[in-house]
């Protein structure tokens, strides 16, 4: 269980309550935020929020940045494939 005090979920639930969080956040940031947009001054401020568009810019593995920046039918199942893959994993170190 997730939680304390008896007040909590089953951690596959809990996990199901996660993914369709990051999956909703996703895909209202995706479809109401910009990637960058143009100051007054002409300098460009760099949104990305939530990674709705690309992976960290750090990031060098380049399997991860494959589909950065591509349409949002393609990148946000990418996106959201991996990092709930890494969701997957701690949930289970939770469960075990």
């Not at 209202?28 to 460009?44: D, K, W």
């Not at 990674?51 to 950065?68: A, N, Q, T």
């Not at 959201?80 to 939770?94: C, D, H, K, S, Y």
């Amino acid at each position: 269980y997730v939680g304390s005090q008896g007040q909590s979920l089953p951690v596959g639930r809990a996990f199901l309550v996660a993914f369709a969080q990051t999956v909703l956040c996703q895909a209202v940031c995706r479809f109401s935020t910009p990637l960058e947009i143009q100051r007054a001054n002409g300098e460009l401020c760099y949104l990305n929020i939530n990674l709705c568009y690309e992976c960290f810019r750090d990031v060098k593995v380049g399997w991860i940045r494959r589909y950065d920046r591509r349409s949002a039918s393609v990148y946000l199942p990418w996106m959201l494939w991996i990092w709930n893959g890494g969701n997957v994993l701690l949930f289970m170190l939770l469960a075990w």
